[in-house]
């Protein structure tokens, strides 16, 4: 085996590579054939890091020095290292056939040449930077995959991720890799569990029944027993009728499962009981993925907002302190709440709504066009500011030729109600109240044209108010009771943060699963796929 010492001077280095050389190959190297044989080395390696700028800069930098493949015990270490965690990838939901553990020893053994030996150094750093921006933050580029997905993935840099593992304790480096919210560690934990499942068969046979209730008994009644006791909803018993231990598990179920918690198992219910474990094992790989593009400090006090669940929160050193429901976007391509970060600085207390051009041409032209004197509780205004005569009608013009804006003054038949919670971005999407508040009450609320409103918009603004206020119930309404739009700003901005969970974990163990409202995870698991990620299946 070739070795290279690093920080030994050239002559010795040259002779450590020949002796190196006679010991594997049988040769008898002069001084000037070592030296030919380190140049090899040193060529191999900026021949093959060529094509990648981080590879060619890193090793430009350290003078063309191996980190992998000479026997000091440094580079045993991080071969050690690496190899270990390669060989549990599959366990964070990573394609385990990217890295395959068993070609990088064959590689190493199949080394004949210093040339050989700068290829596969090379090589092994290749695969060092594909695993660990894998495994730090995803395997997708979420943008290419779903056009809804407009977060800021935080990729870190390549050539940096080199440095440092070089100064590094590897194992430690490798496994600090991982990303660090508690979801993360508890999803691991569940996905491994649910392997054990299906290794095991699965949950069992489907409930082959339109609709079960508390009263009934017989066969049907069985199958759904069992499968609750497969998934933890019961404990075992030889009970066949649906008694009041079983409604509570059903309940239990339904509120893990985003729908009404009556305790029947109607057809929505025992839908969501039939899904197999394969299905949930893909719901988790991709909430994997998702926290990997996720790996970012979230802030001590921040807003989640799950648009799955329909709901909004504020979480404070991990815990929930505020909860209400929500309505998102309508599951149509131009009116899907998208998923991104931003920081909450301010609010508005009696805001105008400033109409969208889209809303303005595609909704309201037409009503206008026919009736001038339509809408009248919205103001029409040129680029001036001025309200616009609508007895000149507007037949004459098209969505193309539109000249004006539109406003709805404050009022309580405001679309955006009384209050609405400001995050500037590019993608004008707020929180906000609404005066439609017979929709909290559906199960599944995705109504809105994009932005996300809030069922306790004035219990959520007591919340953030709280913080710089001693009474921010008496501060709210002493703004509100006014009439006038009023801009308070936070103290403290807050950072909200827009996601799209399938799958995820309750703390205290187990898993709550929502519809794939908008088919961005049925996209992404796709992807996943296509990228390597194996799902396991009963009886494979």
């Known amino acids: 085996m070739l070795t290279v010492m690093k920080t030994a001077p050239l002559t010795r280095f040259r002779s450590l590579a020949a002796a190196a050389l006679m010991s594997v190959a049988g040769l008898s190297l002069s001084t000037g054939m070592a030296t030919a044989e380190v140049t090899a080395f040193k060529q191999a390696i900026a021949e093959t890091a060529a094509q990648d700028d981080a590879l060619s800069a890193?090793?430009?930098?350290?003078?063309?020095?191996?980190?992998?493949?000479?026997?000091?015990?440094?580079?045993?270490?991080?071969?050690?290292?690496?190899?270990?965690?390669?060989?549990?990838?599959?366990?964070?939901?990573?394609?385990?056939?990217?890295?395959?553990?068993?070609?990088?020893?064959?590689?190493?053994?199949?080394?004949?040449?210093?040339?050989?030996?700068?290829?596969?150094?090379?090589?092994?750093?290749?695969?060092?930077?594909?695993?660990?921006?894998?495994?730090?933050?995803?395997?997708?580029?979420?943008?290419?995959?779903?056009?809804?997905?407009?977060?800021?993935?935080?990729?870190?840099?390549?050539?940096?991720?080199?440095?440092?593992?070089?100064?590094?304790?590897?194992?430690?480096?490798?496994?600090?890799?991982?990303?660090?919210?508690?979801?993360?560690?508890?999803?691991?934990?569940?996905?491994?569990?649910?392997?054990?499942?299906?290794?095991?068969?699965?949950?069992?046979?489907?409930?082959?029944?339109?609709?079960?209730?508390?009263?009934?008994?017989?066969?049907?009644?069985?199958?759904?027993?069992?499968?609750?006791?497969?998934?933890?909803?019961?404990?075992?018993?030889?009970?066949?009728?649906?008694?009041?231990?079983?409604?509570?598990?059903?309940?239990?179920?339904?509120?893990?499962?985003?729908?009404?918690?009556?305790g029947i198992a109607g057809s929505s219910t025992i839908e969501k009981i039939n899904i197999g474990p394969e299905a949930r094992m893909g719901q988790i790989m991709v909430a994997l993925e998702r926290e990997r593009w996720m790996n970012i400090d979230r802030g001590k006090r921040h807003i989640w907002v799950n648009l799955t669940d329909f709901k909004a929160k504020i979480i404070d050193d991990g815990e929930v302190t505020f909860e209400t429901r929500s309505v998102i976007?309508?599951?149509?391509?131009?009116?899907?709440?998208?998923?991104?970060?931003?920081?909450?600085?301010?609010?508005?207390?009696?805001?105008?709504?400033?109409?969208?051009?889209?809303?303005?041409?595609?909704?309201?032209?037409?009503?206008?066009?026919?009736?001038?004197?339509?809408?009248?509780?919205?103001?029409?205004?040129?680029?001036?500011?001025?309200?616009?005569?609508?007895?000149r009608g507007f037949s004459q013009y098209s969505a193309r030729t539109f000249p004006y804006s539109m406003r709805q003054p404050p009022s309580a038949r405001n679309a955006l109600g009384l209050v609405k919670f400001m995050f500037p971005n590019k993608y004008n999407i707020y929180l906000h109240d609404t005066p439609a508040k017979n929709l909290f009450s559906r199960e599944r609320r995705a109504f809105s044209h994009g932005c996300i409103r809030l069922a306790d918009p004035f219990d959520f603004a007591y919340a953030l108010l709280a913080?710089?206020?001693?009474?921010?119930?008496?501060?709210?309404?002493?703004?509100?009771?006014?009439?006038?739009?009023?801009?308070?700003?936070?103290?403290?901005?807050?950072?909200?943060?827009?996601?799209?969970?399938?799958?995820?974990?309750?703390?205290?163990?187990?898993?709550?699963?929502?519809?794939?409202v908008y088919g961005r995870d049925a996209d992404i698991l796709a992807a996943l796929r296509a990228a390597g990620v194996e799902i396991p299946r009963t009886g494979s």
């Open 58 to 262: 890193f090793y430009r930098d350290n003078g063309y020095q191996p980190i992998w493949v000479g026997d000091d015990e440094d580079d045993l270490n991080r071969r050690a290292a690496l190899l270990k965690v390669l060989e549990v990838a599959g366990e964070h939901g990573l394609p385990a056939d990217r890295y395959r553990p068993e070609d990088v020893r064959a590689m190493l053994a199949s080394a004949r040449s210093t040339r050989d030996r700068g290829r596969i150094e090379v090589e092994m750093s290749r695969l060092f930077l594909r695993f660990a921006t894998d495994k730090n933050t995803g395997i997708l580029n979420p943008n290419k995959v779903v056009s809804g997905i407009k977060r800021e993935v935080p990729v870190r840099d390549r050539l940096q991720m080199l440095k440092d593992f070089e100064t590094s304790l590897p194992l430690a480096y490798l496994r600090g890799l991982t990303p660090t919210s508690p979801e993360y560690t508890r999803l691991v934990r569940e996905k491994l569990k649910l392997e054990q499942q299906i290794e095991q068969g699965g949950w069992g046979a489907q409930v082959n029944a339109g609709s079960l209730k508390p009263g009934d008994q017989g066969q049907q009644v069985v199958a759904l027993r069992d499968r609750l006791i497969a998934l933890d909803y019961l404990r075992r018993s030889a009970t066949q009728v649906y008694d009041d231990e079983m409604q509570g598990a059903v309940a239990e179920f339904q509120r893990d499962n985003g729908l009404t918690d009556d």
């Open 329 to 391: 976007g309508k599951d149509v391509p131009d009116r899907e709440t998208p998923e991104f970060s931003d920081v909450m600085n301010h609010m508005v207390i009696n805001p105008s709504w400033y109409i969208p051009r889209s809303i303005i041409v595609n909704e309201y032209l037409p009503v206008l066009r026919s009736n001038p004197h339509a809408l009248s509780y919205l103001e029409i205004t040129d680029s001036r500011g001025r309200v616009v005569n609508r007895g």
């Open 467 to 516: 913080k710089q206020s001693d009474d921010p119930k008496a501060t709210f309404h002493n703004y509100l009771n006014t009439g006038r739009e009023t801009r308070v700003n936070l103290e403290q901005p807050v950072p909200v943060h827009l996601v799209y969970r399938t799958a995820y974990t309750k703390p205290a163990g187990g898993m709550e699963y929502r519809r794939d």
